[in-house]
């Protein structure tokens, strides 16, 4: 099973940025697939999660700004990161679990300049 992410670089406070995770090498439905992120020297910390029928959840920190959403036919994961703020500024993984399992792409680096 491989999550590919990709989309990261540099933005401007107040920019943009569109992630994608493919995810290959599964088959069957995803349930639910989350964004976590990881800011240096900080812990991993939620972003945002979807489920299978496109219910989604947010952390407060992003919540008005990110917009989570999937193409199950694809197995597609996106996160809409809109006015971006430099505290962003993060490697951002896309994650999904099934059964026992944890499953986690290698990340993207988000950086926020201002």
């Known amino acids: 099973v491989q999550l590919q992410a990709s989309g990261g670089g540099l933005a401007q406070v107040g920019g943009s940025l569109r992630l994608a995770c493919l995810v290959s090498g599964i088959v069957g439905d995803l349930d639910v697939m989350d964004w976590y992120r990881q800011a240096p020297g900080k812990l991993r910390e939620w972003v945002a999660e979807i489920t299978l029928g496109g219910i989604a959840n947010y952390a407060d920190s992003v919540k008005g700004r990110f917009t989570i959403s999937r193409d199950n036919a694809k197995k597609m994961l996106y996160l809409q990161m809109n006015n971006l703020k430099s505290e962003d500024t993060a490697v951002y993984y896309c994650?999904?679990?099934?059964?026992?399992?944890?499953?986690w792409g290698r990340g993207t680096l988000v950086t926020v300049s201002s």
């Open positions: 994650h999904f679990q099934r059964g026992a399992n944890d499953y």
